[in-house]
């Protein structure tokens, strides 16, 4: 009985205990500079780009290591309920099974950079591919921070959901070209 009621004033007295204030940390980074960003990329696959797209994300946006970076691809309008055209956008890779065989739209990125590109099996001749297929297609590059990225309710596959979460309009939307 001595030891608990010894063990409970040390614990009173350990927890009643105040030390100096410690020093001031580093200010961290203001939340506002983790949004996510959106761009818009207009290009045509062809061997003399070795069927890719690639560059430098725009200056204007700024990417983490931490971020995620999403590809869509423009596949159709169509008409809305209210009679408008909208845009169906569907997530990449997206594979394609042609007369000339199968091939995918795919990309790699880092924070730094993006690569969009033809990809296939090697029977694939991407120079049989119509122009539908290769010219003036257009991409929306989507990056997240990690902390939206992480969010249960995200569906990656649902272009609007995601822009939705991310707080992107389609007027934030920076066009490259």
């Not at 003399?48 to 691809?73: A, C, K, R, W």
């Not at 009679?83 to 042609?98: M, N």
């Amino acid at each position: 009985m001595k030891k608990l009621a010894l063990l409970l004033t040390l614990a009173v007295v350990f927890i009643s205990c105040e030390g100096p204030q410690g020093p001031r940390g580093f200010d961290g980074r203001n939340g506002d500079d983790f949004v996510a960003q959106s761009y818009e990329i207009t290009g045509s696959f062809s061997a003399l780009n070795n069927y890719e797209i690639s560059g430098f994300h725009p200056v204007d946006i700024t990417v983490f290591e931490s971020d995620m970076i999403l590809v869509y691809i423009s596949w159709e309008t169509v008409t809305a309920g209210d009679g408008l055209p909208t845009d169906v956008w569907r997530l990449v890779p997206q594979t394609i099974y042609s007369d000339f065989g199968e091939f995918s739209y795919n990309y790699d990125s880092t924070f730094e950079d993006i690569r969009i590109f033809l990809d296939g099996p090697s029977t694939t001749d991407f120079n049989l591919l119509a122009p539908a297929d290769t010219d003036n297609q257009i991409f929306r590059v989507v990056i997240l921070p990690a902390d939206l990225a992480n969010d249960p309710t995200l569906d990656i596959t649902d272009y609007n959901s995601v822009m939705h979460l991310g707080g992107i309009t389609e007027t934030d939307i920076l066009k490259v070209e």
